[in-house]
């Protein structure tokens, strides 16, 4: 079974871009389409961007489309997740999730293959 670590959270300030990584290993992540999930304080966990194994298909949530790019590199087993013009509402732990089905993903199913244990993102105003 795959195994994902995300890194690249952190403190930034309204405005700043900040680049998230998801690095897998146990399988190669080729085999699978990937997720990037996000979940505020109090709020439900949601899908925000999900790219096919080979990334010939992407998904955006549509608050984030035209600020979030997603893409990968399976060369180098990682998924990144570019965040540009972060706005305070973005504030939320960010997770990765893989699956065999791009779809469901996107649908935001709760059995997945593998999730990442997060990271913090914060946006200041």
């Known amino acids: 079974q795959v195994q994902l670590v995300e890194s690249g959270g952190g403190l930034v300030q309204a405005g700043d871009s900040l680049r998230l990584s998801c690095t897998a290993s146990?399988?190669?992540?080729?085999?699978?389409?990937v997720g990037w999930f996000r979940q505020a304080p109090g709020k439900e966990r949601e899908c925000v961007a999900a790219?096919?194994?080979?990334?010939?298909?992407?998904h955006y949530k549509d608050t984030v489309k035209g600020r979030f790019t997603v893409s990968r590199d399976n060369a180098n087993n990682t998924v990144y997740l570019q965040m540009s013009s972060l706005e305070p509402e973005d504030t939320a732990v960010y997770y990765c999730?893989?699956?065999?089905?791009?779809?469901?993903?996107?649908?935001?199913?709760?059995?997945?293959?593998?999730w990442g244990q997060g990271t913090l993102v914060t946006v200041s105003s």
């Open positions: 999730a893989a699956d065999g089905r791009l779809l469901r993903i996107w649908a935001g199913s709760t059995t997945l293959d593998a």
């Open positions: 146990g399988r190669p992540v080729e085999n699978y389409a």
């Open positions: 790219i096919a194994w080979d990334g010939t298909t992407v």
